[in-house]
Structures are given as structure tokens and as C-alpha cells.
């Protein structure tokens, strides 16, 4: 039940930290592999954490919430003061490890938490600005991967981090929209602001952005190699994840998505092989 609490599946977003590791070509590098392992850790701690904040805050919201009453909280399994006392304790391994890893980190994870602590009081009831907070949060993972590193970030890889999360971002708007109905704007207060043509558009306008910008990263920046060749991956990834959320109802939680579906896992398992072999060889 404490595994159901950390929300051990929501630890997916955290890869995005390896991506200044394989878009700097230090994938073969040990000592930089196991620096981006030691910061993946370190993150995730620090968001288990903000998870749990969010559950305390939500408690009584999720009770009435088809899926999100079965939480540890909501469902009463775990009680608040056992969760304070777990949530007070991964931010000091968080915090702590940071400042005797790298102390840049540090500044980063507690940026990441205040960014968290507003989303959770203030701007998760705001329309737009509420999933801006998420984009932020996916965007200091990626600077927590350079800062492991120490590489300098493109800015390719930050723009297309920005919207790819925008994406996902929107995309679960649409689905709570969808999955509450009419009960949706006492879930969450943003949602009654939302118009599903309003969604429609953000949805369709942040996946062109991210397909943009990733494909003119391949052809710019790698020239004078086949990566331009790995846009099929991406693509493919961003249609299917649209197919799951508008046929098959799902999208409330991106990385129940992504684990749930063989495709997406399968696409970018293939994804990944292919930037190793075209690194490696041009």
C-alpha cells in the first residue's frame, strides 16, 4: 500500500532526466550513467513526495472520484499523519543526497517542489496556467539530467520537452473532462473553464509544436546522420497515445497509459535502440 502511495508507476515521467545522457551521446559513459541513475532516484523521492501533498490536499475531492477514491488516502488504507511523517522523510533523503551530490540539483528539486506546492493550492484551479505548471516540472527533469552531467541543455531538447508535457498535459484535461462529466468542475475548478473545443485546439497545436521541433532537431543538429529517420518512432508514439485517449478512454494517467500499452512500450524501446545505433556508428 506505501508502493500505491509513492505512486511507484508515476516515476516513468523521471526519465526525461536521461535525456541530456542519450541527446549528449554519454550513454556509454559509466560514470555519467550511474550520476543520471543517482539523479533519476533523487527525483523521484522528491516526487513521491509532492504526490502524497497532493493526495493530502485532494482527500476529500478524490473521495468522490470514480478512480481516485481506491488512493491509500481516500480510501482511508494510510492515514494522514503516516503520510506526513513518509512524505517530511523522502524530501530530507531528497534534499540531503542532492547537497552531497551535486548541490545545483539541490536548487533545482526545491524549485521543483515549490512549483508543486503552488500547483497544489493555488494554480491547479487556474485554467491554462495549471497545465504550465505541469510543463515546468517536466522541464526542470530534464535540467536535473544536464546538472547530473554537467552538459549544456539544447534548446531543441527543452522546447520539445515543453510541449510534448503540454500535450500530455491537455490530453488529461480531456479525459477527466470526459470521465466526470458534469461533476468534473468539483473534482478540479479548472475543468468547468475548459471547453472541449478550447482542448481540442491546445491538443492539436502542443503535438505539432513537439513533432516540429523534434524533427527539425534531427535534420539541424545531426546533419549528418540517419536520426532524422527516428521521427517515425515519435510519430507513431503521439498518434497512438491520441488513439488511446480519444478510442479507448484512457489518458486520465500518462503512465498508466504508456506501461498499460504494448505499442507505445514496444515504439519506444525501438525508439531508443535506434538513437544508440545511430550514435554509435555516425
Same mark, same amino acid.
Given at each position: 500500500?506505501?508502493?500505491?502511495?509513492?505512486?511507484?508507476?508515476?516515476?516513468?515521467?523521471?526519465?526525461?532526466?536521461?535525456?541530456?545522457?542519450?541527446?549528449?551521446?554519454?550513454?556509454?559513459?559509466?560514470?555519467?550513467?550511474?550520476?543520471?541513475?543517482?539523479?533519476?532516484?533523487?527525483?523521484?523521492?522528491?516526487?513521491?513526495?509532492?504526490?502524497?501533498?497532493?493526495?493530502?490536499?485532494?482527500?476529500?475531492?478524490?473521495?468522490?472520484?470514480?478512480?481516485?477514491?481506491?488512493?491509500?488516502?481516500?480510501?482511508?488504507?494510510?492515514?494522514?499523519?503516516?503520510?506526513?511523517? *513518509? =512524505?517530511? !522523510?523522502?524530501?530530507?533523503?531528497?534534499?540531503?543526497?542532492?547537497?552531497?551530490?551535486?548541490?545545483?540539483?539541490?536548487?533545482?528539486?526545491?524549485?521543483?517542489?515549490?512549483?508543486?506546492?503552488?500547483?497544489?493550492?493555488?494554480?491547479?484551479?487556474?485554467?491554462?496556467?495549471? !497545465? =504550465?505548471?505541469?510543463?515546468?516540472?517536466?522541464?526542470?527533469?530534464?535540467?536535473?539530467?544536464?546538472?547530473?552531467?554537467?552538459?549544456?541543455?539544447?534548446?531543441?531538447?527543452?522546447?520539445?520537452?515543453?510541449? *510534448?508535457?503540454?500535450?500530455?498535459?491537455?490530453?488529461?484535461?480531456?479525459?477527466?473532462?470526459?470521465?466526470?462529466?458534469?461533476?468534473?468542475?468539483?473534482?478540479?475548478?479548472?475543468?468547468?473553464?475548459?471547453?472541449?473545443? =478550447?482542448? %481540442?485546439?491546445?491538443?492539436? *497545436?502542443?503535438?505539432?509544436?513537439?513533432?516540429?521541433?523534434?524533427?527539425?532537431?534531427? !535534420?539541424?543538429?545531426?546533419?549528418?546522420?540517419?536520426?532524422?529517420?527516428?521521427?517515425?518512432?515519435?510519430?507513431?508514439?503521439?498518434?497512438?497515445?491520441?488513439?488511446?485517449?480519444?478510442?479507448?478512454?484512457?489518458?486520465?494517467?500518462?503512465?498508466?497509459?504508456?506501461?498499460? %500499452?504494448?505499442?507505445?512500450?514496444?515504439? !519506444?524501446?525501438?525508439?531508443? *535502440?535506434?538513437?544508440?545505433?545511430?550514435? =554509435?556508428?555516425?
Amino acid at each position: 500500500m506505501i508502493f500505491k502511495l509513492l505512486r511507484i508507476k508515476q516515476w516513468i515521467k523521471n526519465f526525461f532526466i536521461f535525456g541530456a545522457l542519450i541527446f549528449s551521446f554519454n550513454f556509454t559513459n559509466s560514470e555519467k550513467l550511474i550520476d543520471s541513475i543517482i539523479a533519476f532516484f533523487l527525483f523521484c523521492f522528491i516526487s513521491s513526495s509532492v504526490y502524497i501533498l497532493n493526495d493530502l490536499v485532494d482527500i476529500e475531492k478524490d473521495k468522490l472520484h470514480p478512480k481516485k477514491r481506491n488512493r491509500p488516502l481516500a480510501s482511508g488504507m494510510i492515514k494522514p499523519k503516516t503520510a506526513i511523517i *513518509i =512524505m517530511v !522523510v523522502l524530501i530530507l533523503i531528497s534534499l540531503i543526497g542532492s547537497f552531497a551530490f551535486n548541490k545545483s540539483i539541490t536548487m533545482v528539486l526545491i524549485l521543483y517542489f515549490i512549483n508543486n506546492i503552488l500547483y497544489s493550492f493555488w494554480i491547479k484551479n487556474l485554467v491554462i496556467l495549471d !497545465v =504550465m505548471s505541469i510543463a515546468i516540472g517536466f522541464i526542470l527533469r530534464v535540467v536535473t539530467g544536464g546538472l547530473a552531467i554537467d552538459v549544456e541543455l539544447s534548446p531543441w531538447i527543452i522546447l520539445c520537452t515543453l510541449f *510534448i508535457s503540454l500535450f500530455l498535459g491537455f490530453e488529461k484535461r480531456n479525459a477527466e473532462k470526459r470521465v466526470l462529466e458534469e461533476d468534473s468542475s468539483s473534482h478540479r475548478a479548472s475543468l468547468q473553464n475548459y471547453t472541449q473545443d =478550447m482542448l %481540442d485546439q491546445f491538443i492539436t *497545436i502542443s503535438s505539432t509544436c513537439t513533432l516540429i521541433f523534434y524533427a527539425l532537431y534531427t !535534420v539541424l543538429v545531426h546533419e549528418d546522420s540517419p536520426f532524422y529517420l527516428t521521427n517515425i518512432f515519435v510519430v507513431y508514439g503521439l498518434f497512438r497515445y491520441k488513439y488511446l485517449v480519444s478510442v479507448r478512454n484512457e489518458g486520465g494517467s500518462p503512465a498508466d497509459a504508456v506501461l498499460g %500499452d504494448r505499442s507505445i512500450i514496444f515504439t !519506444v524501446l525501438l525508439w531508443i *535502440i535506434s538513437c544508440i545505433i545511430i550514435f =554509435m556508428n555516425f
